[in-house]
């Protein structure tokens, strides 16, 4: 079966976000290659004031999942960071920690709607972090 893991982009506070996710989430970055680690790469942009920016970061959650991104080099333009229209969704393993992550990523970000029971048989909620990345926690009571 094929895993599916989100790979999101910001416009030049990638790092900051996912030392973020690493405290929200725990574990260690699988792999962390910034601009000037492809310095020397024919066709990169590479520009000077960019170099500490992050090319590609992956955090392993979980047994068989990576939250990856990136920062957006300035000539590719800029993100829209409150147009994501995706979402990432977060299955919790017990209504604790559906809580503990709900409330840890709504630092700092906006509640869409706030953790409850559904109508549907679920504990969920749904939120923009302080980054603008959206995201749904669920926890399946039935």
């Not at 990638?14 to 680690?37: C, I, P, Q, W």
């Not at 920062?71 to 229209?85: A, F, H, K, L, Y």
């Given at each position: 079966?094929?895993?599916?893991?989100?790979?999101?982009?910001?416009?030049?506070?990638?790092?900051?976000?996912?030392?973020?996710?690493?405290?929200?989430?725990?574990?260690?970055?699988?792999?962390?290659?910034?601009?000037?680690?492809?310095?020397?790469?024919?066709?990169?942009?590479?520009?000077?004031?960019?170099?500490?920016?992050?090319?590609?970061?992956?955090?392993?959650?979980?047994?068989?999942?990576?939250?990856?991104?990136?920062?957006?080099?300035?000539?590719?333009?800029?993100?829209?960071?409150?147009?994501?229209?995706?979402?990432?969704?977060?299955?919790?393993?017990?209504?604790a920690e559906a809580d503990?992550?709900?409330?840890?990523?709504?630092?700092?970000?906006?509640?869409?709607?706030?953790?409850?029971?559904?109508?549907?048989?679920?504990?969920?909620?749904?939120?923009?972090?302080?980054?603008?990345?959206?995201?749904?926690?669920?926890?399946?009571?039935?």
């Amino acid at each position: 079966m094929a895993n599916i893991n989100p790979y999101i982009h910001f416009n030049g506070n990638a790092n900051e976000a996912f030392e973020f996710y690493k405290s929200v989430f725990g574990g260690e970055f699988s792999l962390l290659v910034r601009f000037k680690d492809m310095a020397n790469t024919p066709g990169f942009p590479n520009a000077k004031h960019e170099e500490n920016k992050i090319l590609h970061v992956a955090l392993p959650i979980g047994k068989f999942n990576v939250l990856m991104g990136s920062d957006i080099p300035e000539v590719m333009g800029t993100v829209s960071e409150n147009e994501n229209r995706s979402k990432i969704y977060i299955t919790a393993e017990s209504k604790a920690e559906a809580d503990k992550l709900f409330n840890s990523l709504t630092e700092g970000g906006t509640i869409e709607i706030p953790i409850s029971e559904s109508t549907w048989g679920s504990y969920f909620g749904m939120l923009r972090d302080k980054f603008g990345i959206e995201w749904m926690v669920d926890f399946p009571l039935k």
